[in-house]
């Protein structure tokens, strides 16, 4: 099994930042892709950005330019640099891993979600 914890999720105003991080534990013997995603309530859950293995990054256009994925593989940890910010980033995140665990091979995993709420 694989736990992943996310942390920075809260209340800032428009044209702020925030950084999100989603630690990743468990019999994890391979993290391959990384990502976040983020859901509002009467929509589908969209994917926001992924990081592969090797580092290769790829942006929903709602957020090219303005959020930045980089992952720490020592730490098994993925984060999400958000800036300038819209009352219409205001969701719930998630994050999300591919895993190869011990013992159950290549699976996807969710975190628990963040609330991010941008307002004035």
């Known amino acids: 099994q694989v736990q992943l914890v996310e942390s920075g999720g809260g209340l800032v105003q428009p044209g702020g930042s925030l950084r999100l991080s989603c630690a990743a534990s468990g019999s994890i013997f391979r993290i391959k892709a990384m990502g976040w995603y983020r859901q509002d309530p009467g929509n589908q859950r969209e994917l926001l950005a992924a990081i592969t293995s090797g580092g290769s990054t790829n942006y929903a256009d709602s957020v090219e330019g303005r959020f930045t994925i980089s992952r720490d593989n020592a730490k098994n940890t993925v984060y999400l640099q958000m800036g300038s910010l819209k009352p219409e980033d205001t969701a719930v995140y998630y994050c999300?891993?591919?895993?190869?665990?011990?013992?159950?091979?290549?699976?996807?995993?969710w975190g628990q979600g963040t609330q991010v709420t941008v307002s004035s």
């Open positions: 999300s891993v591919e895993a190869i665990v011990v013992g159950e091979g290549l699976r996807r995993y």
